[in-house]
Nanobody
Framework: QVQLVESGGGLVQAGGSLRLSCAAS????????MGWFRQAPGKERESVAV???????YYADSGKGRFTISRDNAKNTVALQMNSLKPEDTAVYYC?????????????????WGQGTQVTVSS
């Protein structure tokens, strides 16, 4: 069992930056593939960025060049650095864990989810 707790959301002006963090419980964090997803009002939850246990990364087109995912296995944390934020980045951001090796981008491929943190970007 893995418990995930996100932090770092908030209100920021367009062009600004936020750093989201996800703290995970459990001794096997390093074996999980970790992902960040987001869900805007009236839209489906979508993948933003994923990092495998070996450090391979995936970014959705929406965040390429602006977002950076990283993990610290010693601290059981995964972070999402978001720069040059746009109003369309406004959403609830979720951390998710997948107990399999390969990167995945579909919500039903993840086993554990955090409660989410709100990110609001004003124009």
């Amino acid at each position: 069992q893995v418990q995930l707790v996100e932090s770092g959301g908030g209100l920021v002006q367009a062009g600004g930056s936020l750093r989201l963090s996800c703290a995970a419980s459990g001794r096997t964090f390093s074996s999980y593939t970790m992902g960040w997803f987001r869900q805007a009002p009236g839209k489906e939850r979508e993948s933003v960025a994923v990092i495998s246990r070996t450090g391979n990364t995936y970014y959705a087109d929406s965040g390429k060049g602006r977002f950076t995912i990283s993990r610290d296995n010693a601290k059981n944390t995964v972070a999402l650095q978001m720069n040059s934020l746009k109003p369309e980045d406004t959403a609830v951001y979720y951390c998710a864990a997948r107990a399999r090796l390969y990167i995945a981008t579909m919500t039903n491929e993840y086993d554990y989810w955090g409660q989410g943190t709100q990110v609001t970007v004003s124009s």
